[in-house]
């Protein structure tokens, strides 16, 4: 197979290979569109705005304009104080009532991790310093149109040279230690408001991102001007985020806790550098993102390693290269073919308008170029590729891959970046669940039975919301098929299962906390879900809805498997045993999942998903800390994990990542399958695979420097039947038959 010709560079190395498929153009030229941050192009079927319109009715949180908390919010009157001034008194509610407590008091933090909502309403909000949001920390904008928080021209401390945030996250609450959100953080986030940087802040940086897991930047509004970025580092999930202007949009870096980050239905435009740079391996998952009018869409870092994968994406007018990566073979310690291969790119199904190029690598200058002026890319790949994996007549091939045509039509744009992630019920239509406890006489979130309330919310209305609060449940909640449960924080609302009662008392016959109906639309969000400790017949989750259902946002309670016997360490993960059967079971279900934290470690797994041939797609799912098995797919099909983090721990190294049996047509796009440096044990393999077709695994990062005979897998997947195995832990693209 010839290889493609390059522009502006050498040929690619005999190591490399490139297939095209070049169409002829019978599909029409698209014309090159205006996009803005404001005005959506015609094939732009997202609709940006307010998802709060109206204030959400949660007692907790703190209101920005109450009493104590009187703000200007003209433009003109700096609010700086009064909006630090009620971050600081949610995480003080937090340390308070103790909901969100992970670390207990452990390494000398102090007892309670702090955490709570913020809510502001519509207005504009001038701020001249960074505003630090503690850890677990929710600011929540509301209103017709969505609050702005505008650094003023010139603002004092933002042209220093060095760079400096206007919303920074951090790693403790009000009165610990501080500093910047690392892996001890869960659950902050920045939710529908908008961030405007003016004129002579070339420093200024929108968002200093971070965090472990359910850290979350979603529904924003990013105007960077003439300022560095609107966005810097990493943390979990960036959710129909747009950015305008700047050097940058996105300078991202590997997560504190070195898993992946995903972008979903964001937007880029008018940066001067480039759309994203990517430091020391960012494991960027970017699906149905817009990137245009920007000289470079990605851009790697000099010496570092990326795993980067982007889906359903479309590049306008990107005029240098969309992808700059380092030359596989350059890279400090790439004689080892674990690092060589650990430089991984995928594109898939994406398009393009007036972008010349897709990759250049560097410093050798090779460029791959585009089959037109506006394309589909049908794939495009750098790294390994395993085809026909685990047969006997297997192939390998190192280096570019490319696969495009010419033309790209309006309705394929379209098509491509139709999302399936719905923006939330109008408030207008919440009924709250302490508001039905009204009409009942009752009282909920006092430790006494609370089930017959929430199962009355439910039954009377299509969409129920929790607030903050620990809630006492003896039995299954089951929604119906319209349901829509929403709460806003899962750190700070809990569902909880009432401790040693017989409904959950038998493991041959599980019971859900919460469970869904078979073919029903349902939403779950903001909600954690805890099953105590003697309850082994307890399920987190028993979802059965349909494809069209949406469940995001969700933590379970933070265990850790330990033996008996296990010393002191400690870390919390280890403040008591338990054993219960599943953490969320998905039987016969599907829809859209997204940013969902699994951390039952007691539970025999930690998502059991079977009998199902509803699609799914699972955006940013962890799934940790359980003894035997994190992810198991029995009698599965047409699912798509995109961003899979799974992740042992000292005493949990027999934990296997995920087995799959009897299941067809799996997807798993840039997954960590991780080994902490402390395990105590190796494994053989990462992926058990028995009885299935189709099986597609796109990039891994599985490859440690720390402990390698404990931290790397023996192979990444396996065939249970057979005993072949795919050996290379580190690849672009391993495929089964």
């Not at 402390?678 to 393999?685: A, I, M, N, Q, R």
């Amino acid at each position: 197979m010839p290889d493609h010709p390059t522009k502006g560079g050498p040929r690619l190395s005999r190591r490399g290979f490139v297939a095209l498929g070049a169409a002829a153009a019978a599909t029409p030229m698209l014309p090159a569109p205006v996009a803005t941050a404001t005005s959506p192009v015609g094939w732009d079927p997202i609709r940006y705005g307010s998802v709060h319109t109206s204030r959400p009715s949660d007692p907790t949180a703190v209101l920005l304009g109450s009493q104590g908390f009187q703000a200007h919010a003209d433009g003109t009157g700096d609010d700086t104080a009064v909006l630090q001034a009620a971050v600081d008194e949610a995480s003080r509610r937090g340390i308070a009532n103790k909901l969100g407590d992970i670390l207990g008091g452990a390494r000398g933090f102090p007892h309670g991790d702090g955490g709570g909502i913020v809510l502001v309403p519509s207005g504009t909000y001038r701020l001249s310093a960074p505003i630090q949001v503690h850890d677990s920390v929710r600011v929540i904008g509301y209103g017709p149109s969505r609050p702005v928080f505008v650094l003023g021209p010139s603002t004092p401390g933002y042209s220093s040279g060095t760079p400096r945030e206007l919303f920074g996250f951090l790693r403790r609450p009000l009165g610990g230690p501080v500093s910047y959100a690392n892996n001890d953080t869960f659950g902050t986030a920045l939710i529908n408001i908008d961030i405007r940087i003016g004129p002579g802040n070339p420093d200024a940086m929108g968002i200093r991102f971070g965090g472990a897991q359910l850290c979350l930047l979603q529904d924003l509004d990013i105007e960077v001007g003439d300022g560095l970025c609107g966005i810097d580092h990493n943390a979990n999930l960036i959710h129909r985020v747009r950015i305008t202007g700047g050097q940058v949009g996105l300078r991202a870096w590997a997560a504190s806790a070195g898993w992946q980050t995903t972008l979903l239905d964001c937007r880029f435009t008018g940066q001067t550098h480039a759309a994203v740079t990517m430091g020391n391996d960012a494991k960027l998952v970017v699906i149905r993102a817009v990137i245009a009018k920007t000289p470079r869409a990605f851009e790697a870092a000099p010496d570092q390693t990326q795993h980067l994968y982007i889906q359903d994406t479309h590049l306008d007018r990107v005029s240098d290269v969309a992808v700059t990566l380092n030359d596989s073979s350059s890279l400090p310690g790439s004689e080892n073919d674990l690092v060589r291969l650990s430089n991984q790119l995928t594109l898939l199904n994406c398009t393009t308008t007036s972008t010349p190029d897709l990759l250049l690598l560097t410093p050798s200058g090779a460029r791959t170029a585009a089959p037109a002026p506006t394309a589909h890319i049908r794939e495009l790949t750098h790294g390994l590729r395993v085809e026909d994996a685990l047969a006997a007549d297997e192939s390998r091939r190192e280096g570019i891959y490319l696969a495009a045509t010419a033309g790209a039509d309006t309705s394929r744009i379209r098509s491509a970046l139709r999302t399936d992630t719905p923006a939330p019920p109008p408030v207008k239509n919440w009924v709250s669940v302490t508001d039905v406890a009204k009409r009942l006489g009752r009282t909920v979130g006092r430790g006494e039975d609370d089930l017959a309330v929430f199962q009355a919310a439910v039954d009377q209305h299509d969409v129920v919301f929790v607030p903050i609060g620990r809630y006492l449940l003896t039995g299954t909640l089951k929604l119906r098929r319209t349901t829509q449960l929403i709460g806003l924080h899962p750190r700070q609302t809990w569902l909880l299962a009432a401790d040693g009662h017989p409904n959950f008392s038998a493991p041959q016959t599980p019971r859900a906390l919460v469970s869904t109906p078979r073919g029903g639309r349902n939403t779950l969000t903001g909600i954690g879900l805890d099953t105590a400790q003697r309850t082994p017949g307890a399920v987190n989750l028993l979802w059965q809805s349909a494809d069209g259902s949406y469940l995001a946002d969700i933590a379970t309670q933070f265990v850790k498997w330990h033996p008996e016997g296990a010393a002191e360490t400690g870390n919390p993960g280890y403040t008591y045993r338990g054993t219960h059967k599943h953490t969320i079971w998905v039987r016969g279900g599907g829809g859209t999942f997204a940013n969902i934290w699994s951390v039952n470690g007691w539970a025999d797994t930690g998502l059991l998903a079977e009998d199902t041939h509803e699609p799914a797609r699972l955006y940013e799912l962890s799934v940790e800390h359980h003894e035997i098995r994190e992810v198991v797919l029995r009698r599965v099909s047409n699912w798509q994990f995109l961003g899979l983090q799974t992740e042992d721990h000292i005493h949990g190294w027999r934990s296997q990542a995920v087995e799959i049996e009897r299941s067809r047509d799996l997807l798993f796009a840039n997954s960590v399958f991780f080994r902490v440096a402390t395990v105590l044990g190796p494994h053989p393999y990462s992926v058990g695979i028995r009885d299935s077709k189709r099986i597609t695994l796109r990039g891994h990062r599985g490859f440690r420097d720390k402990t390698p005979e404990y931290t790397q897998w023996g192979a990444a997947v396996s065939d249970r039947r057979t005993g072949r195995t795919v050996p290379e832990v580190e690849y672009t693209l391993i495929r089964t038959r």
